[in-house]
């Protein structure tokens, strides 16, 4: 069974920086997609980065620039590096695996940003 956990987050001051975690289990997960999300209250869910298998990323026109998405395929984990965060970046940020029809998403992690 895949199970996601999450860590890394919590408070921060504006123009600060987090590293976001994601370790998984119960798959070889350097064949699968992986990627970040988050949804702040009030809001819809949006996809925040996204690293394919053969590491092909792709970001949010909102994060370009400061976040950075990575994973260790040997640790079966993947990151999120956020620099330069802003009070718009808080949320509970979620961590996703996909492959073909599978699509697993951990518990979530709080980030707030505020002074």
């Known amino acids: 069974q895949v199970q996601l956990v999450e860590s890394g987050g919590g408070l921060v001051q504006p123009g600060g920086s987090l590293r976001l975690s994601c370790a998984a289990s119960?798959?070889?997960?350097?064949?699968?997609?992986m990627g970040w999300s988050r949804q702040a209250p009030g809001k819809e869910r949006e996809l925040v980065a996204h690293?394919?298998?053969?590491?092909?990323?792709n970001y949010a026109d909102s994060v370009k620039g400061r976040f950075t998405i990575s994973r260790d395929n040997a640790k079966n984990t993947v990151y999120l590096q956020m620099n330069s965060l802003k009070p718009k970046d808080t949320a509970v940020y979620y961590c996703n695996v996909a492959r073909f029809s599978d699509d697993y998403w951990g518990q979530g992690t709080q980030v707030t940003v505020s002074s």
């Open positions: 119960g798959s070889i997960f350097s064949i699968w997609n």
């Open positions: 690293i394919s298998s053969d590491d092909i990323t």
